[in-house]
């Protein structure tokens, strides 16, 4: 009788235990933690961050220690920011502790304190042993002042196309750049690893979201891994029928 009330005690005393710890369970379950740091100084956490969960628009700070815990769960996007720093968003493909880090904005400009300066004075004079001189010209042989013109026709015959074809050569260069870029990032496997698409859905999906030479040009450096998880959920919310590129009309034969 005895072993039979102590075996019942354990039982209702385990129960206890479980429904105490169920809810930390089922936060943790729900939830994604970690920490965030400055990119350069990798054990300098950064307290105050904004933390945003873009999914559920969910909104959190890390505390003194860098630290954050947000609802969430596998698939959302997690964006990390912070006054002077760049924006940074992780997709959750599991739940595990994370540890962020955040570049400076190459706009703050660290400061610099000038203590003191000093000018040559000799810099400032002039040249004891320069020769005067003066400008002539042919009729009369008067003396042309400084702000005069030193006379002459000027020849450009042929400089402004010159420099038309320059700045076109140029541009033509930036742009097989970029598209060099794009064509080693946005490739297949990066793709198929971030959103999980394969086959003829991935072909679809990256004809239509491949990201444009203006558009990468103008947000450097590009975040490519933002871009393609952002565009794979516009890309499901359309229609079945505008999930690939429209056809190609075929040329008629003369």
């Given amino acids: 009788m005895f072993k039979q009330h102590y075996f019942w005690g354990m039982i209702k005393k385990l129960m206890l235990l479980v429904l105490c710890l169920l809810p930390s369970i089922l936060l943790a379950q729900n939830s994604v933690s970690g920490k965030v740091y400055d990119f350069e100084n990798k054990r300098s956490p950064i307290s105050g961050a904004q933390v945003r969960n873009l999914s559920n628009k969910q909104s959190t700070k890390t505390l003194s220690g860098g630290n954050?815990?947000?609802?969430?769960?596998?698939?959302?996007?997690?964006?990390?920011?912070?006054?002077?720093?760049?924006?940074?968003?992780?997709?959750?493909?599991?739940?595990?502790?994370?540890?962020?880090?955040?570049?400076?904005?190459?706009?703050?400009?660290?400061?610099?304190?000038?203590?003191?300066?000093?000018?040559?004075?000799?810099?400032?004079?002039?040249?004891?042993?320069?020769?005067?001189?003066?400008?002539?010209?042919?009729?009369?042989?008067?003396?042309?002042?400084?702000n005069d013109r030193a006379g002459g026709l000027a020849f450009n015959l042929g400089y402004g196309k010159y420099k038309r074809q320059q700045e076109q050569v140029k541009k033509l260069e930036e742009r097989d750049f970029y598209e060099t870029e794009i064509n080693t990032v946005f490739t297949e496997k990066y793709v198929s690893e971030l959103v999980k698409l394969s086959g003829q859905d991935l072909k679809d999906f990256m004809s239509l979201y491949r990201p444009s030479v203006g558009l990468v040009q103008t947000e450097r450096p590009f975040n490519y891994a933002y871009y393609t998880v952002k565009a794979y959920h516009t890309w499901l919310k359309l229609p079945p029928a505008q999930r690939r590129p429209p056809a190609v009309p075929k040329l008629k034969s003369n």
């Fill in 68 to 146: 954050f815990n947000i609802a969430a769960k596998i698939g959302d996007l997690i964006e990390f920011s912070y006054v002077g720093y760049h924006t940074d968003t992780v997709y959750l493909i599991n739940l595990s502790p994370r540890a962020i880090y955040l570049p400076a904005s190459s706009t703050n400009l660290k400061e610099v304190s000038i203590r003191g300066a000093k000018i040559n004075s000799s810099i400032l004079s002039p040249d004891p042993e320069a020769k005067e001189f003066k400008r002539f010209e042919s009729d009369g042989l008067r003396g042309k002042g400084n």
